[in-house]
């Protein structure tokens, strides 16, 4: 028992950081709904004011849904694909365009096989700062480079309030 | 005249089956637009009462059409909104209507049915007698709280729904 306590007491001192007496709780920044509709509805009339129906999600920092959007006329999969590239984009922490890029020499990534990442463009993460806090993927336009545009627009239609 | 007669004849002979005058069905759905009016209305009447909520819409075959959680809704709201929502339109009434009917029979079959909840909350959106699709609300303390925030999105295009 002692020395387990000295044990635990030893490993708490050196790594103070991670599971010291004084750790202190997380403090994390979160999209908040209206925030993150705003951003959802600005990238689906984007994109409907080019011509282009899609179908836009809104994800948080756990990759949970806060925004799920529909476009008039879409396909089927646009509602899928749009989550799946707002994933991505989260989980990597980077545009999945960016993501798709990378993977396209690597054919066997090990980050394909995980469920519901989608090498596709169209999602890009939402940041405060240097800070992840959700990403915003998009799904309907004719190349996931428009669809990249319109999630650009949702994000920079909030920017003042991202930080 | 003659010809009026014919198509007639022709109309009552295929009135029931296939025909090469058949006609493709026509029916008028939710737009993007008035779905995300609903919800984001249903959301704010709500958030005026004090409670965080999440919601979904759904369309005529119970595909979402927007779903909206939250920041501070419980864990649980998204997905009990969308199946209060996809009950509502599944059986063309209020899903508190649904948990009040099969209330009285534990073991009916229709709960055994995936995605239905027998939970009030959630109402079926009509264009006359027609249900189009339906939203369903979670997180109020209470599915009557659910409801009338359900009710407060319908009634804000009510003018749009027809």
Same mark, same amino acid.
């Given at each position: 028992? /002692?020395?387990?306590?000295?044990?635990?007491?030893?490993?708490?001192? @050196?790594?103070?950081?991670?599971?010291?007496?004084?750790?202190? %709780?997380?403090?994390?920044?979160? %999209?908040?709904?209206?925030?993150? @509709?705003?951003?959802?509805?600005?990238?689906?009339?984007?994109?409907?004011?080019?011509?282009? *129906?899609?179908?836009?999600?809104? =994800?948080?920092?756990?990759?949970?849904? %806060?925004?799920?959007?529909?476009?008039?006329?879409?396909?089927?999969?646009?509602?899928?694909?749009?989550?799946?590239?707002?994933?991505?984009?989260?989980?990597?922490?980077?545009?999945?365009?960016?993501? @798709?890029? *990378?993977?396209?020499?690597?054919? *066997? @990534?090990?980050?394909?096989?995980?469920?519901?990442?989608?090498?596709?463009?169209?999602?890009?993460? =939402?940041?405060?700062?240097?800070?992840?806090?959700?990403?915003?993927?998009?799904?309907?336009?004719?190349?996931?480079?428009?669809?990249?545009?319109?999630?650009?627009?949702? /994000?920079?239609?909030?920017?003042?309030? %991202?930080? | 005249?003659?010809?009026?007669?014919? #198509?007639?004849?022709?109309? !009552?002979? &295929?009135? !029931?089956?296939?025909?090469?005058?058949?006609?493709? #069905?026509? +029916?008028?759905?939710?737009? $993007?637009?008035?779905?995300?009016?609903?919800?984001?209305?249903?959301?704010?009447? &709500?958030?005026?009462?004090?409670? $965080?909520?999440?919601?979904?819409?759904?369309?005529?075959?119970?595909?979402? !059409?927007?779903?909206?959680?939250? +920041?501070?809704?419980?864990? $649980?709201?998204?997905?009990?909104?969308?199946?209060?929502?996809y009950t509502a339109?599944t059986f063309r009434i209020?899903s508190?209507k649904f948990a009040?009917n099969v209330g009285?029979n534990p073991v009916a079959g229709q709960l055994f049915l995936a995605n239905i909840v027998a939970?009030?909350?959630?109402?079926?959106?009509?264009?006359?007698?027609?249900?189009?699709?339906?939203?369903?609300?979670?997180?109020?303390?209470?599915?009557?709280?659910?409801?009338?925030?359900?009710?407060?999105?319908?009634?804000?295009?009510?003018?749009? !729904?027809?």
């Open positions: 028992m /002692i020395k387990t306590t000295v044990g635990i007491a030893t490993l708490a001192s @050196a790594c103070s950081v991670a599971i010291g007496a004084h750790a202190q %709780l997380v403090t994390v920044k979160q %999209l908040s709904l209206p925030i993150a @509709a705003t951003i959802g509805t600005t990238a689906l009339q984007t994109c409907k004011a080019q011509g282009y *129906n899609v179908s836009v999600h809104v =994800i948080g920092n756990m990759g949970e849904v %806060l925004v799920a959007l529909r476009g008039d006329n879409t396909g089927p999969h646009t509602m899928e694909n749009s989550m799946r590239k707002a994933l991505t984009s989260r989980g990597t922490r980077l545009p999945s365009g960016q993501f @798709a890029e *990378n993977v396209s020499k690597t054919p *066997n @990534a090990g980050a394909l096989r995980l469920g519901n990442m989608i090498p596709a463009r169209g999602a890009l993460p =939402i940041k405060a700062g240097e800070d992840v806090v959700g990403a915003v993927g998009v799904s309907g336009a004719p190349g996931g480079d428009k669809d990249e545009a319109c999630a650009q627009a949702g /994000i920079d239609k909030v920017a003042d309030q %991202l930080k | 005249m003659s010809k009026v007669h014919h #198509l007639v004849g022709a109309a !009552l002979a &295929c009135v !029931l089956a296939t025909s090469a005058n058949a006609q493709l #069905l026509q +029916h008028k759905d939710l737009s $993007n637009a008035i779905a995300t009016t609903i919800a984001l209305t249903a959301v704010d009447a &709500c958030k005026e009462q004090g409670y $965080n909520v999440s919601v979904h819409v759904v369309g005529r075959n119970g595909e979402v !059409l927007v779903g909206l959680r939250h +920041h501070a809704a419980g864990v $649980n709201t998204f997905e009990n909104s969308w199946k209060k929502a339109r209020a508190g009040e009285q939970a009030r909350g959630a109402l079926p959106i009509m264009i006359g007698e027609e249900t189009i699709g339906a939203v369903g609300v979670s997180g109020a303390p209470g599915g009557d709280k659910d409801e009338v925030c359900a009710q407060a999105g319908i009634d804000k295009v009510k003018d749009q !729904l027809r």
